[in-house]
């Protein structure tokens, strides 16, 4: 069988929910989105239910899933409903639902509830992809809160640049949503209020409020390019790792790999490893990118191609034919590997693809 495998820690998943709600204060919407970013969102939902506020998802089909798998926690809706006829399903299923548009305000009148939804109203402040616009949020409000079709209202925004923590806009955009939403709850009294995601709840700590929605961070991944006292708190949860394939001994002066991009400059041990870029790996990762060789800090050289990548093991005697080589998890940090300009922590995580995933701590 193929060696490559990706081994999720669900006690690292657990610790990191934990920290999240420790830093927000209150509770915690863990976003388990795009299969947990790559993780399994119905492993990681099932392992974070017994203590998890609720659950935030991209779409009807991904909420659907948990369900299906027997979830029982609130499960929101990060997008509300992308046409009417969701609301049939958000109904019969009991999901929470973002609010950012005034058609979806128009459809909720419209439509026939066995219950009461709970919606979450998105203001833009400022990230200028979804919400309503300042000047038109209180009517909405308003609006809503008459609805008989509606019960709880939260209040909420997005941050744009929460992950660049010497940027003024976060303090902006948290001006303009407590200047808009405040005292506007029955008899002038305060909405519970959502406001941030990950690099909000470790880097910003004016931005508690009763719901965090956690997403990066449960994973262990740090959303800053540079060390951060509670970034560093977290615990990384996927550890992405194969074994070497093959071996060879080149001379000085040999290509390795597509386009020569990396030729021996002294004779040389490569380690050919079973992890390629359509497991997820970054295609582009330059030489000299992070790896972990048997316990030992080793690097790529090469091109990384379609199945296959290629290592110096030089510097590693006792590696070889079998050797376990780490692409990312407890000794590679997700953001060891974005520091060199090849991707994302998130684009990193939720890219993954092809390999079977292992649960530890169920
Ligand atoms: C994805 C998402 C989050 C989580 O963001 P992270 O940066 O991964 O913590 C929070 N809120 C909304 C609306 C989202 O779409």
């Known amino acids: 069988m193929r060696p490559a ?116 109203l998105k203001l833009d402040t400022g990230m200028h992809r979804l919400g309503l616009a300042p000047d038109e949020y209180r009517d909405c409000l308003r609006r809503l809160q008459a609805l008989p079709q509606v019960a709880e209202i939260v209040t909420m925004t997005h941050f744009a640049r929460a992950d660049e923590l010497d940027s003024a806009r976060t303090a902006e955009q948290l001006a303009t949503f407590r200047r808009v939403v405040a005292g506007q709850g029955p008899g002038g009294s305060e909405l519970t209020a959502s406001v941030a995601n990950s690099p909000a709840l470790l880097g910003w700590p004016a931005t508690r ?31 992405l790792e194969s074994q070497i394939i093959a071996v060879r001994d080149l001379p000085a002066g040999e290509p390795v790999g597509y386009g020569a991009r990396f030729v021996t ?20 990762a330059p030489n000299g990118t992070p790896v972990w060789i048997d316990g030992r800090p080793g690097q790529v050289i090469g091109r990384v191609s379609m199945d296959m990548l290629t290592v110096d093991l030089d510097g590693h005697p ?21 520091e060199r300009g090849a991707t994302s922590a998130y684009r990193l995580l939720c890219g993954l693809k092809r390999v079977p995933r292992t649960y530890l701590g169920e």
């Open 318 to 338: 006792g590696a070889g034919m079998g050797s376990r080589v780490e692409l990312w998890g407890k000794h590679v940090r997700a953001s060891d590997l974005t």
């Open 5 to 120: 495998r990706a081994c999720i820690d669900l006690d690292a998943l657990r610790h990191n929910y934990r920290l999240a709600r420790e830093l927000g204060g209150h509770k915690a919407i863990a976003v388990v989105k795009a299969d947990a970013y790559g993780h399994g969102a119905v492993r990681c939902a099932r392992a974070l239910e017994p203590e998890a506020d609720g659950f935030g998802v991209a779409c009807i089909e991904e909420a659907l899933e948990l369900r299906e798998a027997g979830i029982r926690a609130p499960i929101l809706l990060l997008e509300g409903f992308f046409e009417a006829d969701e609301l049939a399903l958000i109904d019969r299923h009991d999901l929470w639902c973002v609010v950012q548009a005034q058609w979806q305000i128009d459809a909720i009148e419209r439509a026939r509830l066995a219950r009461p939804l709970n919606v979450w």
């Open 209 to 239: 409020a009763q719901f965090a929605r956690p997403g990066l961070m449960l994973y262990g991944a740090s959303p800053f390019a540079n060390p951060h006292p509670e970034a560093d708190r977290l615990r990384p949860v996927m550890t």
């Open 265 to 284: 400059e002294r004779p040389t041990r490569v380690g050919v490893v079973a992890i390629g870029y359509a497991d997820g790996y970054p295609q582009f």
